[in-house]
C-alpha cells in the first residue's frame, strides 16, 4: 500500500501557487506592460522606473511588519490577503490614466509581494519541512517561474487584440483564483492539524537547525551588516536588473514578439534554477550553492552587457543564465540567514535580510531609467549591475570563509 504525501508538501504547493500570483504575475511579467505604459503616456523611462521603485518602496515598508502580522493573523491569512492585494492591484493598473494612479497600484503590488512572498513561505517551510528544506523552497519558488513562461506570450497577445485594458483584466482574475487555492491549501503550523513536520525517519533536528548549531551563535554585528550590505547589493542586481530587462533588448533593437518568447524562456529558467540550486544546496552546502547562483548570475549580466550586438544567441545564452541565476533572490537568503543567524534568530534574519535586499531594489531602482534618459540606453546600468554583484559575492564569500 502506497503512503500518502506528507501534508506539508501540499502547503509547499501553496506557496508556489501565491508566489505563481504575486512575484510571477504581479512582479515579474509587468515588465511587459512597461513599455507600452511609457509609450501611451507619454512617460520619461525615468518615470517608468520610478513605477517600479514604488514597488519597492512599499514592499519595503509592509516588509517591517510582516513578522508581526504573521505571529498575530497566521501565515495562511497573510499570504491569501497578500495574493488578493495583487489581484486588486491589476484592477487599478487596467484603469489607470496617470502616473500616480499608476504609481497607486505599483503600491498594492508591492504589499501584496510582501505579504505572500518569500518572507512567509521561507517561515512556511521552516515549520513544516525539517528535511530537504533546499527542495522544498526551491519547489516553492520556481511558481514564480511557471507563471513567467506563458503569462508573457499570452497576454502579449491579449494587448495587441484588445488592449491592455483586457490584459490587465485576464491577469487580475487569474491572480484572484491563486488567492482562492492557497486559502484552501495553506496552513501555518503542521500542529494546526495534528502533524509533525516532514522529516527523514529517525531524525529530530532540522537542517536549519543543525546548521545553526554548527555554526555556533552566529554572526557578530560587524559581520552581520556586512551580510545586510550584501543583500542589498544582491538586491540591487536581482530586481532593477530582472525588471529592466525588457526595455534592455527593445532598446537594443529586438522586436516585443522575441522579447516577450525571451521573458517566457526565462519563466522555465528561472523554474529550473530554483529547483536546481535548492538541491545544490542540500547535496552540496551553503558555500557550493553560493558559487553556482554567483557564478551564473555574473555571466547573464556580462552577456547582458553584449546586447546591442544583436543576434540570437547571446540573449539566449544570456537570459539561460539570468533565469538559473535569479535563484539568489528565493533560496538563498533563507539558508543565510539558517547559516549566519542561528536557529533562535532564524525568522528574524530570513526578515532582514529580505529587508536589505528590499532596499537594494529600492535604492538602485531608478537607476537604469536614469542612466537610459543621460546615456542613450541601458547597457550602462547592467555593466553597474555586474560590479556590484561582483562586490557581494566578495563579501558573502569572506563572511562564509570566516565563520568556517
Known sequence: MLNRPHRAW??????????FAVMGLGVNVFSIYQPEIIRLNGFTDAQGSWITTTRSLFILAALLCVNQLCAKWGLRLVMTLGVLLVGASCLCFAFADSFPMYCAAAALTGVGYCWAGMVPISLAIGRWFHH????????ASAGSGVSTVFAPVLLTKIMANRGMTAAFLWEGASVFLCGILVWLLVRSRPEELGLEPYRREGTLLNQTAQTARRQGPGLSAGRRALLLLAALLVGATGGPGFSHLTMLYTSSGYDSPFVAALLSYLGAMISLGKILCGQVYDRLGSRGGNRFAFGVLLLSLALCALAPARGVV????AITAFGLGMSITAVSPARWAADLYGEQGYEGGVRSITV???????VFGPLPGLLADRLGGYVPAYIAFLVLLAAAFLIVQGLYRKTG
Open 10 to 19: 501540499l502547503v509547499c504547493l501553496g506557496g508556489a501557487l501565491a508566489l
Open 132 to 139: 530537504r528544506q533546499g527542495l522544498a523552497l526551491g519547489l
Open 314 to 317: 547571446l540573449p539566449i545564452l
Open 356 to 362: 536589505a535586499f528590499t532596499a537594494g531594489m529600492l
